[in-house]
């Protein structure tokens, strides 16, 4: 990001007192926004960082899609909530941010927000600025855009699970440690997971990155350890040889429980592997996120983030469900009885999420072309056949007018990718056969596809492909 929109990034969430409002609402608008704006407890990098993306992503973006879940933004909006949680643990008692005025945008937001333990106020009961407001907190508004188009939303500690801003506590008690980030310093395991937690929690570092450098640095280690072994030269290249998902791995068996950022990126990818009962759509959220990742990797790093994600979340629901169980003086209890069926519940779902991902079903590939005519628009299957269309045509055709090829043969295609995206998810012993890059076929723009069977549905695939 440029130094000048970084700079007036940093001007929208710090500057500039000026006059008293006139209103008793415009003194609440404008003490909400600047309360958070001279909040002493986040970092000064991370408030510039929550100011830019809201401004960049939330005020100044004019095509962010409804369906914001399966975009490209997963890892931003896991930072971004990673940047409130990160406030109110250090003890800001509210955060606030300007949305534009829209609210299919901010119900997907929202809905994406929510996933991570973030509840955001219903959308008519946002405040809107004025424009003097807007002049006097430093932000400017894209050309033709008014202060009426725009809202204000305030993140209250009542507003987020308190079990997230206690995890995020703790791992704010890590990093006060300041652990070494020199892999020829690490003397113990304890170090060992210290550093790594640094590296996983740095609040300068997209979550992405966050995975890199700790990745990096655990091969780092592994490697100096290798160098005490009697085979250390063939140890080493095994290591040297090893992927970024591998790695991965290890340091989730290492570490235990998922860090905040890295989980909310977990649950993102769970919730819409399980929505859609197939890998395609997570797979097609990190890829978008992580762009000039290979399809390998990106199956991996999926893999390993809803598996660690999905564990670390049954383990504490169990826990609580043990804690619980044992308490004998509240057996009754209906809210206690409520909220183990809750955890009960969640224990499903993670299992239903990590299942598909090592051991998908591919029934949703099989009878795509089937349910993505079906004339029952309303069903489940219409719905998640169109999903799984759209995101292959966001990965592998995104410039194809349908119309002009053929629908049959574009959703042939889309069959087979999608199945070769589920192999990728599979053992080598559970890998359908029936797909494969050689079965797709050459989409040649034709005058009987542009005039006949390429109309049927081209206007629904183009419209989902924005999504």
């Known amino acids: 990001m440029a130094n000048k929109d970084k700079k007036n990034a940093a001007q929208a969430a710090m500057n500039n007192k000026g006059n008293a409002p006139e209103t008793k609402e415009e003194a609440k608008v404008l003490s909400q926004v600047m309360d958070a704006a001279k909040s002493n407890h986040l970092s000064q990098d991370s408030k510039v960082m929550l100011a830019y993306l809201t401004q960049k992503r939330w005020v100044e973006n004019p095509n962010l899609p409804a369906a914001l879940v399966e975009g490209a933004n997963v890892i931003t909006d896991a930072l971004m909530a990673d940047t409130i949680v990160t406030s109110l643990a250090k003890g800001d008692e509210t955060f606030t941010m300007l949305i534009a005025r829209d609210e ?6 929202s809905a994406a927000l929510n996933t991570m333990g973030i509840t955001l106020r219903p959308f008519n009961e946002l405040p809107a600025p004025s424009e003097e407001q807007l002049k006097k907190i430093g932000i400017k508004l894209p050309p033709g855009q008014t202060a009426s188009e725009t809202r204000v939303v305030t993140v209250e500690k009542k507003d987020v699970d308190k079990k ?13 440690k300041n652990p070494t980030t020199d892999p020829t310093k690490i003397e113990n395991e304890d170090q060992l997971k210290e550093s ?8 300068k570092e997209t979550p992405d990155t966050r995975i890199q450098n700790a990745v990096a640095f655990y091969q780092s280690h592994l490697e100096i350890q290798a160098q005490k072994s009697e085979n250390k030269d063939a140890e080493i290249e095994r290591i040297k040889g090893l992927s970024r998902p591998v790695l991965l791995k290890q340091i989730s068996e290492l570490l235990g429980n998922c860090t905040y950022a890295l989980e909310g990126m977990g649950k993102l990818f769970s919730k819409a592997a399980i929505e859609a009962g197939s890998p395609v759509v997570p797979f097609k959220m990190y890829k978008t996120a992580s762009k000039g990742t290979s399809d390998e990797i990106a199956a991996e790093m999926v893999r390993t983030l809803v598996v660690w994600t999905s564990e670390s979340r049954m383990k504490n629901c169990q826990d609580f469900i043990d804690m619980a169980s044992k308490d004998e003086t509240k057996k009754d209890d209906e809210k206690r009885k409520a909220n183990i069926r809750e955890a009960e519940k969640s224990i499903e779902e993670c299992k239903a999420a990590i299942a598909t991902v090592t051991n998908p079903s591919f029934d949703s590939v099989n009878n795509l072309i089937e349910n993505y005519k079906s004339a029952d628009v309303q069903s489940d299957d219409y719905r998640i056949a169109h999903r799984i269309v759209s995101n292959v045509k966001d990965l592998y055709y995104k410039k194809i007018d349908v119309a002009k090829v053929g629908m049959n043969a574009f959703l042939h295609n889309c069959q087979q990718y999608a199945g070769i995206i589920t192999n990728l998810f599979c053992d080598p012993l559970s890998k359908s056969k029936n797909y494969d890059v050689t079965n797709i076929v050459e989409l040649k723009e034709t005058e009987a596809a542009a005039e006949g069977e390429g109309e049927q549905k081209a206007e629904g695939a183009e419209g989902e492909s924005k999504n």
Not at 164 to 176: D, I
Request: aromatic fraction near 8%.
């Open 104 to 109: 299919n945008k901010y119900l997907a937001i």
């Open 164 to 176: 997230v801003v206690e995890k995020k506590k703790g791992e704010l008690a890590v990093q006060k």
């Open 196 to 203: 790594l937690q640094g590296f996983l929690m740095d609040m």
